[in-house]
């Protein structure tokens, strides 16, 4: 990781929250050399990329290393003292969200009660901070934040809450809802939220992405993003034009539309709608659609 102390770099605060996921907020704090005094109202895990130095909550004070995770608890006073300028990272979860991920998947048996004040994280649970983190300041759907967040909740639940088990392994009946939630995204859902198939499917939202995932292969925003792949193809051959285009099928703007139709198809909306393309391989690029369950995101590889 690169050392913030001694750069010379501005401090930068920044609040990030998306409409599709009520209840939780993030702060991206760079290059901060504040001492940090707060009564959060909230959940919380502040997960140090560079920040170094000491910590004291409810009498107890700890070294804050990169790679480690504090979690705080609802009105419960927090000081962070830094040894020089540093960056991290803060999930701000409302109590609510907590305990409503928790009885979806811990149910009757799981109370949000943080195992320690201060913990190392996992690689891959790290990965998944730093990734959801990042997602926010994307142009994703609202289903991909929603699977990006319950990804990370499932591996933050089994890591960081006192007497978390794993979850339980899924059986027939589950597998088979997967099946409606992907009819219910054929015949709708260029724009459905995760929400809204778990409650089709008849099933939590942990459940929904943990089922789709392991029928299909690939988590539902990836299936969803194929779909519209392939409804933007077949506008762009009626001769829409790739603003157009872009809005209807569910994109921010044509800009977001234009880096996906590349990375699926190796070539621009415009491209392609003049007529038959050649990716830089020489290789033709079919005119055919894609089958969704043959693509998967990179980040979901």
Not at 251 to 267: E, G, Y
């Amino acid at each position: 990781m690169a050392d913030d102390r001694g750069s010379g770099c501005q401090e930068a605060v920044e609040y990030r929250r998306s409409s599709a996921l009520p209840g939780v907020e993030v702060i991206a704090a760079r290059h901060s050399p504040r001492e940090w005094r707060i009564i959060p109202e909230t959940y919380g895990l502040v997960v140090f990329r560079t920040w170094q130095g000491h910590t004291r909550t409810r009498g107890q004070i700890d070294v804050a290393e990169p790679g480690f995770a504090f979690c705080n608890t609802p009105g419960d006073l927090l000081i962070g003292t830094p040894h020089g300028a540093g960056s991290f990272d803060v999930l701000e979860i409302q109590p609510r969200v907590l305990e409503q991920w928790l009885e979806e998947q811990q149910p009757s048996s799981v109370r949000p009660n943080w195992a320690a004040i201060m913990k190392p994280l996992s690689d891959r649970l790290r990965r998944r901070f730093a990734s959801f983190f990042d997602l926010l300041v994307s142009s994703a759907s609202a289903m991909q934040m929603q699977s990006q967040l319950l990804q990370l909740a499932e591996l933050m639940i089994a890591e960081l809450i006192e007497g978390a088990r794993q979850p339980r392994p899924l059986v027939g009946p589950s597998l088979r809802a997967a099946a409606r939630m992907r009819e219910c995204m054929n015949a709708e859902g260029l724009n459905v939220d995760l929400e809204t198939l778990a409650q089709r499917a008849g099933l939590n939202r942990f459940q929904a992405l943990r089922a789709f995932k392991q029928r299909y292969g690939l988590p539902p925003h990836a299936y969803q993003l194929c779909l519209r792949m392939n409804h933007a193809r077949r506008l762009l051959l009626e001769g829409t034009p790739a603003a157009d285009v872009a809005l209807l099928c569910g994109f921010a703007d044509q800009s977001h539309f234009n880096r996906h139709f590349k990375r699926f198809h190796a070539v621009t909306p415009v491209h392609y709608a003049r007529g038959p393309a050649w990716s830089r391989r020489g290789e033709r690029v079919s005119d055919s659609t894609m089958d969704p369950s043959t693509v998967l995101e990179h980040s979901d590889r």
